[in-house]
């Protein structure tokens, strides 16, 4: 039977992941190797050179038309070092494996983050790479299996499964890119009302009212992304990104999507202040890309998602935001945002929201197999009518040896949703979470790993009475695909 070339690629990518999960290192060599048996062997992929004057997408294409012998292998086994990331977009950086452009842009994928946002260049791409045709695919995956413990009398405990599993494809199409994205949660399985999380608020689980110290689950579909990028010259392009779901044009890279963040297993409560758009049900951006720097700009829904988790809401582009990027060095990421949301919050439909985003991400490699990376972000809602609030966030994590992790996040968020009254009072409020993970297997495309945090707040005296001296703890098993 003869499958179309991207057919075939999503047929191998579901075998590829059974197999990492499955199967040990050489089962898995063998069983694809009887697969790959009686197929044309692969062009030689040159590697484009980003660290010069600038590149053409045409170099992406790593196989003749006529070819569909497939290649896999781990970005993760190739992750800058501090030696590579002194010239990170030259071909020593990956070695001889198949390497992926930007969907958006002529520059290394590492730097793409969640929807069109950018990170710092020396971030590890990590994933499993195949080649179909014309067709180079990726996908990534991370699941926490978590037991959450939150103190005090407004606390709560939960075991819950949450993460992402992520696959993208993309080919040449006329003097552009052309480009599919993919991301599905298994979030709407913990139940409509999310987890237990001291002082988080936003969205709702019921329609009727707001959930407070939780965290929503994000919807099952949480990207069905297209792309397409056209060069203008050899280091600058437009762009234009559509999403049902997506991510527009508005904060910093989500935080299950950045590497400060990603290995954390509780949402920031600063969510909504930063990132919470990262899931809209109708998004359309255009872009252009001039070497170092991004502008861009969205129409989006803004209203946001509603209680029901496995649907695909209708779209609408009734708001509207635009963002900045820039990547002055490659260790370095900064961006800044303004958005106008239509009736953010279905529990009140005649508010409106203005938001106001600043980010800095800096990703240092150090070492043999080490990697620090730190975000601080800014985040200012403007309630039409209501308040003006603010929230902070500092969060970092290093990796040692790729089997070492330690992170910290500190918050500091101005909150109207914690105490049901009339008129909302506000109050500032603090929490500083540390944590780690100590992967103890690896098969090659995954490895398992076992962690943990706690976490304390510092709370106003008026909110004493309600929350006490709360301590939060959660522990928790993960399996990330790479």
Do not use: C
Request: hydrophobic content about 35%; charged content about 20%.
């Amino acid at each position: 039977m003869h499958m179309r070339p991207f057919a075939r690629g999503l047929v191998a990518g579901a075998l590829g992941l059974g197999l990492s999960l499955f199967a040990s290192p050489g089962q898995s060599q063998g069983i694809l190797k009887e697969l790959e048996q009686g197929q044309s062997g692969h062009a030689a992929h040159e590697q484009p050179d980003h660290g010069q004057p600038g590149h053409d997408h045409s170099k992406m294409v790593m196989t003749e038309k006529k070819t569909t012998k497939k290649k896999k292998t781990s970005h993760a086994e190739h992750a800058p070092t501090a030696a590579d990331t002194k010239a990170p977009h030259e071909g020593a950086a990956h070695g001889s494996h198949i390497g992926m452009i930007g969907f958006l842009g002529p520059y290394p994928m590492a730097r793409e983050a969640s929807g069109t946002s950018w990170q710092p260049d020396t971030t590890p791409h990590t994933g499993v790479h195949a080649a179909y045709g014309e067709w180079q695919t990726m996908y990534h995956a991370l699941f926490n299996f978590t037991y959450d413990n939150q103190g005090g009398p407004r606390g709560g405990n939960k075991t819950f499964a949450s993460g992402m599993f992520m696959g993208m494809a993309q080919r040449q199409l006329g003097d552009g890119t052309f480009g599919l994205k993919a991301m599905l949660s298994p979030d709407p399985f913990m139940g409509p009302s999310g987890y237990p999380l001291l002082l988080a608020s936003g969205e709702t689980a019921d329609g009727r009212s707001h959930l407070v110290d939780r965290q929503h689950p994000h919807d099952l579909f949480m990207e069905l992304a297209a792309t397409y990028s056209y060069n203008i010259t050899k280091n600058s392009n437009v762009f234009l990104y559509a999403g049902l779901p997506g991510e527009p044009a508005l904060g910093p890279p989500a935080f299950m999507h950045r590497l400060s963040g990603m290995d954390i297993p509780e949402a920031p409560i600063t969510h909504h202040w930063l990132d919470s758009t990262h899931i809209t049900f109708g998004v359309v951006t255009a872009g252009i890309v001039l070497n170092t720097v991004k502008l861009e700009a969205s129409a989006f829904k803004g209203r946001e998602p509603d209680q029901y988790r496995y649907d695909i809401e209708a779209p609408k582009l009734d708001s509207f935001s635009g963002r900045i990027s820039w990547n002055p060095i490659q260790e370095l990421s900064m961006q800044v945002s303004y958005g106008r949301l239509h009736s953010p919050e279905g529990l009140e439909p005649d508010r409106n929201e203005d938001r106001f985003t600043m980010s800095a991400t800096y990703t240092q490699p150090f070492g043999d197999d080490n990697i620090w990376s730190t975000t601080a972000a800014w985040g200012r809602k403007m309630q039409k009518p209501g308040n003006t609030l603010d929230g902070y966030i500092l969060e970092t994590a290093a990796i040692f040896k790729k089997t070492y992790t330690v992170f910290a996040r500190a918050e500091r968020v101005q909150e109207n949703e914690l105490v049901d009254a009339t008129p909302s009072p506000i109050y500032t409020v603090n929490k500083v979470s540390v944590g780690g993970i100590y992967d103890f297997y690896r098969n090659g495309r995954s490895k398992f790993g076992i962690g943990g945090l706690v976490s304390a707040y510092g709370l106003p005296g008026d909110l004493k009475p309600l929350y006490g001296n709360p301590t939060s703890a959660m522990a928790f098993l993960r399996l990330k695909i790479e």
